[in-house]
C-alpha cells in the first residue's frame, strides 16, 4: 500500500473541513492511505461534531473569526498557532479496523517520535485524567489543550498538552484530523524535518511506501456544495 503524501493546501475552515472529508469519500485511489497537512487563511476554530454552539460561543475570543464544525468529534481546537494534518486510512486496513484507541495510539507515537527528534520531550499520557467536575463546563465540555486525555501527546516535564486528535469511521475508511499546538514545543522545531519524519514514521506503522502525490482531481462543484454546506448556520448551528 501507499502512503499518498499532498502537498500543503491553506483555505478557511469549511473549505478545509470540506477537503478533508472528500479526501475520505471520494479520493481516487481508494487502496491509497492519504496524508496532508494544511494551514488556515485567517484566525480559525473548528469544533467536534457533537459539540452545543452555545457552549463553543462562550469559549471564542473576541474579533472575528472563522468558525466551523468538523465531522470528527473532539473539542474545540484553536487554529489560529497549530500545526494541522489529516490522515485517512482505507477500508480493509488492519489498523482501520481495529478500536479508536489503538489507532489514536499509533498515529500519535509516530508524532511523538518525530518531536523527540527535533528535542521535544514528548510522550504519550498514559493515564486517564483526573474526573473533571460538572463545575467547570471548560473541561467538562470540551476546549483541546486544556486536559490531555489517553494517548494525547504531552510534554514530559510540565505536562503540558502538545497534541491531539479526533476521528470518524464509515465504510471508506478512517479519517483522522489532528492539531498540535507550535506554542508548547518552543521556537526551535524545523516543521519541514518534522513533517518529514512524522509522514515517513506513519509510513512504516501503516507498512506503506511514502509516496509525494499531486493534489487529486476532485470534482470541483462537490467542493463548492460541500464547503458551502460547512460554512451554513445549518450545520455550524446544528446543536
Given amino acids: 500500500m501507499d502512503l499518498h503524501l499532498l502537498p500543503t493546501l491553506t483555505g478557511g475552515a469549511a473549505e478545509n473541513m470540506a477537503l478533508d472529508f472528500l ?31 452555545a457552549f463553543i460561543r462562550t469559549q471564542l475570543p473576541d474579533g472575528p473569526i472563522d468558525l466551523c464544525r468538523r465531522a470528527t468529534g473532539g473539542g474545540l481546537v484553536d487554529h489560529r498557532d497549530d500545526w494541522t494534518y489529516t490522515l485517512v486510512i482505507p477500508r480493509g486496513h488492519p489498523l482501520e479496523a481495529e478500536r ?27 493515564r486517564p485524567p483526573e ?23 504531552v510534554n514530559a516535564l510540565t505536562g503540558e498538552k502538545i497534541a491531539g ?31 518529514e519524519d512524522f509522514s515517513s514514521k506513519l509510513a512504516a506503522a501503516l507498512a506503506a511506501v511514502p509516496t509525494p502525490t499531486p493534489w487529486p482531481e476532485l470534482d470541483e462543484d ?18
Avoid at 479526501?23 to 452545543?52: I, N
Avoid at 462537490?222 to 446543536?239: D, K
Wanted: charged share 20%; aromatic share 10%.
Fill in 23 to 53: 479526501l475520505l469519500q471520494r479520493y481516487p485511489d481508494e487502496a491509497a492511505a492519504r496524508f496532508r497537512h494544511y494551514g488556515w487563511r485567517g484566525p480559525a476554530f473548528t469544533f467536534g461534531y457533537s459539540q452545543k454552539i
Fill in 222 to 239: 462537490e467542493i463548492g456544495a460541500l464547503t458551502e454546506r460547512y460554512a451554513s448556520a445549518e450545520w455550524v448551528e446544528q446543536r
Fill in 100 to 126: 479508536a484507541s489503538l489507532s489514536y495510539r499509533v498515529v500519535h507515537d509516530c508524532m511523538a517520535q518525530a518531536l523527540v527528534v527535533q528535542g521535544v520531550p514528548a510522550e504519550l499520557q498514559v
Fill in 165 to 195: 486528535a479526533a476521528q470518524k469511521r464509515n465504510k471508506r475508511g478512517l479519517l483522522l484530523q489532528g492539531s498540535l499546538w507550535r506554542p508548547s514545543v518552543g521556537p526551535a522545531v524545523d516543521w519541514e524535518k518534522f513533517q
Fill in 131 to 153: 474526573p473533571v467536575a460538572e463545575a467547570d463546563p471548560v473541561l467538562a465540555l470540551g476546549v483541546c489543550f486544556q486536559r490531555a486525555e489517553v494517548h494525547d501527546i
